[in-house]
Structure formats: C-alpha cells, structure tokens
C-alpha cells in the first residue's frame, strides 16, 4: 500500500471535562492523524458539541461506545475527507469498523479497545471476546487501546506480575495469528505517578499478517503529554519509501562464467550513453514522518551545524614566515597507468559503493578493461577540463545509529558514501603526497600520519617533567 496512515491511540482519562477536552483537542491536532482513537472517554453521550471541543473539526466523523457511568467509553474518530468507515461492532470494550482510503488501496479493520481494569474473569472474557472477533474480520485487522493487561515480564517495571493473565493474553494472540506492533523509543506507556512509580505497558498496537503485509513500514511511537497517566501513541506508516534503486556491483560477479564478456559489451554501451528511518523528532515535539518532512528536518540539522563560511578577513603572508622551500613538482607529475593500477589495487575490495554502484572489486577485475578509460579521465582533469565533473562530486548520506530505537537527528551519526571514480582520484594524489608529507609537517604533529604516534607526545611531555624534578636543576615552563 503506497498511502500513508497516522493514527493516534490514547487513554486521556476522560471527555466529561469542558477545560480537559480543550486540553486533549491540543494534543490531538498536534499529532496531525487522520484517526483518532480514544479510550475511557467517561461518556454516556458523545454529541456533535463534545467531539468537537474534544479532537477538533477535521475528524469530525465517529463511532462511540458508551460509558457504564464513569467508567469506560470509546470513540474513534477520522477525517472523511481521506477515509471511509463502516461500523462493524460495537460493545462496551470495543469498536470495531472497516477503513477505506478515498484515494485507493484495500479496505482494512480497526479495532479500538478499553480492556476492563478489574476482577480477573472480566479481562480473560475479554480476550476471549478478542479472539471470537476474529471470525468478522476478513483481511487486514489492526487493533489499538488500553488492554489493562499486559504480555510479558519486562512491560512492567517490578515482578507483581499475573503470569495467569500474561498466558492468556500471549495464546489469545496466537490463536488469532495477531503480532504485536514494537513501540519504539519508550518502554512504558502508563505510570500511577507515585513515588517510586510502577510502570506499566497497558496500551499497544497489534495486528494480523495481512495488516503487517499491508503496511510494511508501520511504525509505533510515543509522543509526550501531561494530560494523562496514559502517554498517547501514534501509529503511523510513510506509504511507498522512495529507495535508491541504482547499480550495485556484486562482490561475487568476476567469479561467475562470462563476466569479463558481459563487462565488455556493457562498458562499449556505456561509451554511448541506501536502512529505513521510520520518524525524526523536530524541536517542537512532534514527528517528521512523510519523506520530505525527515529531508526538511535532515537539512535543517545539517545547516545549523555547517552553517555558512564566511569570507576570510586577512590572509597568511606565507613568504615573511621564512618556512624553507621544497621542490614538490614531482606531485604534478603526469598520470600513469601503473600509478592508478597501484592505488586500485591498495583499496578494500568490497566497501560499501557510492553513487555509481562500483566498488573496488570490480575494477581488480576488469582493469585490462577499464584501466585505459580511467587513465584519459585523471589526464583530462589534470588539463582543467572539468566537464561532467559534477557528476562525479556526489555522495551518498547514511545516518547510521548510535543508539537502539534512534529516533532524533543528535542520535544519528551521518557517513558519506563517495563515488569510486572521486575515491579513486583522491587516493592517487593521496599516495604522492604520502611520499613527501614528512617534510611538509613538524615532527610535532604526531598523529594522523603514518610512521608516527600520538603518544610520543605524551611521553615527551613526561620526560620534560622527569627533567624538571630532577634536584639541583631549575626549569622554566
């Protein structure tokens, strides 16, 4: 499926309160779903007036289960502009309907949950009542709520455990062939605010094969709020991933039968002619979900570091310095084929390849080849004949994580992916200049060059101070 999907599933202990649905209608429109489903609304009614002050007017379509009192009540709510919804069931602990997306795709079954909060025998019905559901839902089914009850030992954050229960919740789950949906960046869903807490996962997502299938990069995250002893989750799904889809050479391709004949025909034609990341979090709170929202706040990150050079205000008079004079004209040497066959055989043979899909491998390979082709390249750069030049000048950026269930720019570490021809280029000048860098730098930069260590200088700095400490000697620092 290629749409995308927010929906926002949260316990906000309550709707019979003017001022609390003014405060929850704010959280609600931050969180910019299409769906809303709430749980323990406390609502024997849930009029036109009260859904509106409560989500706002864009969802102002819904399904509501009344409260026994005070107690229970659901609503799900979405916008009729994107979706269609026909009512399935609805009974005290759940409501259940079929979604259509008005711009296309298959129809899917939600289920929105309050699970009872007290005597055992109640819970079990209701996973019992879960189960039997089942057998009215055809196709994709992704249920949401607050269970009141939990799966296994670390959703809770002491060892008062209902193993009973836990047991009961895990058949139930493969009974009905239903996964549940990871939620990232937070353990805990549900605090009793004491001190210590107790910590609790009650709420969660979880769903069929056909669902998962359905919208294979669902993602369930967290977003904050002190309304409720209850976080509110939003489930969302970034529709079809633009991947990059361009060449990559295979490591194992010189080994199969007839690659250096299919090389050679592909490189006479070429004569004439990315991990997924689900959600960024912004500095306002909220979630970058869509493609061009994660760009936006990618550059935004990006230019706030780099920022923009400013122009030199005075400049280096290198002559008065009096540094000795090297001939280093050797370094403008003209390029040889030998010299670039050198280099390729110094790189790594299967680093991850840039934009043009080579890695080093392929031109080991096929040198007798290519090597010709890459040589009259060097030469036209060295001549200044910079056309096309800018095909090569590209990379690719890969945010690499730094922690587990990364989830903001600062816990991403980013590493540039060049071209190989660009790499290769670089690691041939690299290479001449290794040869002279001895005498272009003082023996007191000691790291970064080869044959030198960044602990002579600490040992330097030791040896002075044996020095100084030795008796009868004056030292000045």
């Known amino acids: 499926m290629d749409l995308d999907l927010k929906i926002l599933d949260w316990n906000p202990r309550g709707l019979n309160n003017p001022a609390r649905r003014t405060a929850i209608r704010g959280v609600v429109e931050r969180s910019a779903c299409d769906i809303i489903c709430l749980q323990e609304t406390k609502l024997s009614d849930a009029s036109d007036a009260i859904r509106a002050e409560s989500v706002g007017n864009r969802c102002h379509s819904a399904f509501a289960s009344p409260a026994d009192g005070t107690r229970g009540g659901l609503l799900v709510a979405w916008d009729p502009d994107r979706y269609n919804a026909q009512l399935i069931s609805s009974v005290r602990h759940s409501i259940t309907a079929t979604f259509v997306n008005r711009a296309g795709g298959p129809a899917w079954t939600l289920?929105?949950?309050?699970?009872?909060?007290?005597?055992?025998?109640?819970?079990?019905?209701?996973?019992?009542?879960?189960?039997?559901?089942?057998?009215?839902?055809?196709?994709?089914?992704?249920?949401?709520?607050?269970?009141?009850?939990?799966?296994?030992?670390?959703?809770?954050?002491n060892d008062r455990l209902n193993r009973h229960l836990m047991a009961n919740f895990r058949a139930m789950l493969n009974i009905t062939e239903i996964k549940d949906i990871k939620l990232v960046g937070r353990r805990f869903t549900w605090s009793n605010e004491q001190n210590p807490p107790t910590l609790v996962r009650l709420d969660r997502a979880i769903c069929n094969v056909d669902w998962d299938a359905s919208f294979p990069n669902a993602q369930l995250t967290a977003i904050s709020s002190s309304i409720s002893d209850h976080c509110p989750l939003v489930l969302s799904h970034a529709g079809k991933i633009k991947c990059y889809s361009g060449f990559h050479f295979e490591a194992f391709w010189p080994h199969v039968e007839g690659y250096a004949q299919t090389v050679a025909k592909a490189w006479a034609n070429g004569r004439r002619r990315k991990n997924f990341i689900h959600s960024l979090s912004r500095d306002g709170g909220t979630d970058a979900i869509s493609q061009e929202e994660k760009r936006q706040v990618v550059d935004a990150h990006f230019h706030a570091i780099l920022g923009t050079a400013p122009l030199p205000s005075v400049t280096f008079n290198w002559e008065s310095l009096g540094l000795p004079s090297l001939d280093l004209s050797a370094l403008d040497a003209d390029f040889s084929l030998a010299e670039i066959h050198n280099a390729v055989k110094s790189m790594p043979s299967d680093k991850e390849p840039g934009p043009d899909g080579f890695i080093s491998n392929f031109f080991k390979a096929s040198w007798d080849l290519v090597g010709p082709d890459i040589l009259v390249a060097f030469q036209q750069i060295a001549e200044g004949n910079f056309a096309g030049l800018h095909q090569l000048n590209v990379s690719h950026m890969v945010l690499l994580p730094k922690c587990d269930d990364a989830s903001s720019m600062k816990n991403y570490r980013p590493i540039s992916i060049m071209h190989s021809f660009a790499k290769l280029f670089m690691k041939v000048l690299a290479t001449r200049l290794a040869s002279r860098i001895d005498e272009l730098v003082g023996i007191e930069q000691s790291a970064f060059i080869k044959g030198r260590c960044i602990q002579d200088n600490f040992i330097y700095v030791r040896l002075f101070f044996d020095g100084c400490t030795a008796p009868r000697r004056h030292r000045f620092l």
């Open 111 to 157: 289920t929105n949950v309050y699970g009872p909060s007290d005597a055992d025998v109640a819970k079990e019905t209701f996973l019992h009542d879960l189960e039997e559901l089942r057998h009215s839902v055809i196709g994709p089914w992704l249920i949401v709520g607050d269970f009141n009850v939990i799966l296994s030992a670390p959703d809770k954050n």
